[in-house]
């Protein structure tokens, strides 16, 4: 007789499978990683979420990028299919410089795994810019 290991039910015509708790893990480091890397890039980024367990993530992952950056991180849906985010400033004025400050670091977003961009600069009037 055959073993069979980590065999789940089809789903249901139209119905969706969850994901597990480390492939969601996984799921919001990588977008933690590039939607980070587009906001401290340009100040801003957008993001489909089709569904609202995809916004209910994408506003997790605004906190996880706020707790990175160290600044206002705001996530509003932007359509019916899209989400908007936008670096709104800090809660402390003193780190008001924390997007570019993360840009001239060299600091790469934590939690990306090795599979997404980082963040690089020189710190020499580098913008910042991604590397692989």
């Given at each position: 007789?055959?073993?069979?290991?980590?065999?789940?039910?089809l789903p249901q015509?139209?119905?969706?499978?969850?994901?597990?708790?480390?492939?969601?893990?996984?799921?919001?480091?990588?977008?933690?990683?590039?939607?980070?890397?587009?906001?401290?890039?340009?100040?801003?980024?957008?993001?489909?979420?089709?569904?609202?367990?995809?916004?209910?993530?994408?506003?997790?992952?605004?906190?996880?990028?706020?707790?990175?950056?160290?600044?206002?991180?705001?996530?509003v849906p932007e359509?019916?299919?899209?989400?908007?985010?936008?670096?709104?400033?800090?809660?402390?004025?003193?780190?008001?410089?924390?997007?570019?400050?993360?840009?001239?670091?060299?600091?790469?977003?934590?939690?990306?795994?090795?599979?997404?961009?980082?963040?690089s600069g020189s710190?020499?009037?580098?913008?910042?810019?991604?590397?692989?």
């Open positions: 007789m055959r073993e069979l290991r980590n065999v789940r039910e015509e139209g119905a969706t499978t969850p994901l597990t708790a480390e492939e969601e893990l996984r799921v919001r480091a990588v977008f933690v990683a590039d939607i980070g890397a587009r906001l401290v890039r340009q100040g801003w980024a957008t993001f489909p979420a089709y569904t609202p367990e995809e916004r209910i993530r994408l506003f997790a992952v605004a906190r996880m990028i706020e707790e990175r950056l160290g600044c206002r991180v705001e996530a359509d019916i299919c899209s989400m908007r985010f936008t670096v709104t400033g800090t809660d402390d004025p003193a780190t008001d410089t924390a997007v570019s400050g993360a840009a001239d670091s060299a600091t790469a977003l934590p939690g990306a795994g090795g599979s997404a961009a980082a963040v710190g020499a009037g580098d913008s910042g810019r991604l590397a692989d």
